[in-house]
């Protein structure tokens, strides 16, 4: 296992291109599922979750080739219907082949995805949404097999405790555009990895409409064809990239970007003091002085995005003054704040809540990344530190960032991999 080494304290100045979405890609590519044509999908970023997605799609029977940022998929064989625990319990995006594997088949057998350092995740509305269509469940020694003679559309309703479930929109949505009918979605997720979801399915024949909104209209097709798309930028990347700029009082290009996308962030880095230059699909953010500390409260989109919350932490570690973060997503998702106070930060954890006091300076320290945007936010603060910082199991980094450490070396960071 390899460890990211970072030493501190340097001001990160240049461009930087922006890849494309991890959780619009993988939902993407299930939808290939859907069809026999050969499909083709641009601005893949070469992941370790995309890879796992390739390994899954093959499984199931597609060939698949990724290259240079393309994907193309093709038939091989006849459609399995089984997605292995081996495969799905390394990453929970993989539960989005139960819809279009359903949708196409009437039969799936799914690995549940199991637990989750993020905190308790569970299924219930991807499966509430599946059987309103007409599926038959039934859950058996890990996984879920569901089956139907018909899917119906129908009105469903996929509010959950905690607001509405993206994948579970993805995943209803992707087996209801071949049932027969009309099915609405109420309370959908509005994030723009839904949207692209269903713009790609829209290409590959789908009627689907609502998408962007909390109302998911889908009038039933007999059949999907093939289709090419190109992915959207990952926002969590390009919001990373601009608090990158801040801690490390840089200045930085960051190019390739839907500033649409970043609303709830931008808004609360203004309300921060920041001054963003703002271009048609580029944001230049450069320090030009001290930040006011902001409370954020993470809520669906168009909220603050919970992907975002434990990077705004490490910022406001270094910000003077105090700050509330509030976890309304995913309420124990804060296995970062014990490893940012090793590096002297004043963080302190109170239920869904951490108040985070800031200080001038952290100090590098060896810590230990838990989950991929914790990792982040572990990176940041070890650019912003005095010292060395190392970070270990980064694989975690490496399910969601492209290329990070290339990127943020052209930005000038002093950073390497050692082996554990
Ligand atoms: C997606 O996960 C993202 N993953 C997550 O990104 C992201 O944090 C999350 O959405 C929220 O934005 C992908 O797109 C691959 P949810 P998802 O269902 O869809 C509860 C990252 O770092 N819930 O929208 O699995 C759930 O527990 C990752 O890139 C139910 O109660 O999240 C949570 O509290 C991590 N029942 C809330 O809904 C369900 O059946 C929202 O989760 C499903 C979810």
Known sequence: MDKLIIEGGVKLKGEVIISG??????????????????CLIKGVPELRDTNTMVKILRSLGKGVEFNKGMVTVA????????A???????????????????GKLKKAKVSLPGGCIIGVRPVDLHLKGIKALGAEISIDSGYVLAKAKKLKGTHIYLGGVYGSSVLAT???????????????????????????????????????????????EIEGVKHLHGATHTIIPDRIEAGTMILTALITKG?????????????????????AGVNIIK????IHVSYKRPLKAVNITTLPYPGFPTDMQAQMMSLMCVTPGITIVTEKIYPDRFMHVAELNRMGAH??????????????????????????????????????????????RIYHLERGYENIESKLEKLGAKIWREKE
């Open 21 to 38: 979405a991890k959780n619009s890609v993988l939902p993407i590519m299930a939808a290939t599922l859907l069809t026999d044509d050969a």
């Open 347 to 392: 963080i302190q954890r109170e239920g869904p809540h951490a108040i985070v006091e800031g200080i001038e300076k952290l100090s590098g320290a060896p810590v230990m990344a838990s989950d991929l945007r914790a990792s982040a936010s572990l990176a940041l603060a070890g650019l912003a530190a005095s010292g060395k910082t190392s970070i270990s």
């Open 84 to 102: 292995d625990y081996k495969l799905v319990s390394t990453m929970r995006a993989s539960f989005c082949v139960l819809g279009p594997l359903l």
């Open 170 to 216: 993805d995943n209803v949505m992707m087996a209801a555009v071949l049932a027969s009918g009309k099915t609405i979605i109420e309370a959908a997720a509005c994030e723009p990895e839904v949207v692209d979801l269903a713009e790609f399915l829209n290409k590959m024949g789908a009627k689907i409409s609502g998408h962007g909104t909390p109302t998911i």
């Open 279 to 282: 271009t048609d699909n580029s």
């Open 251 to 271: 200045d930085i290009i960051i190019k390739n970007v839907l500033l649409r996308h970043l609303g709830a962030l931008i808004d609360k880095l203004e309300e």
């Open 75 to 82: 038939t091989l064989k006849n459609t399995n219907y089984v």
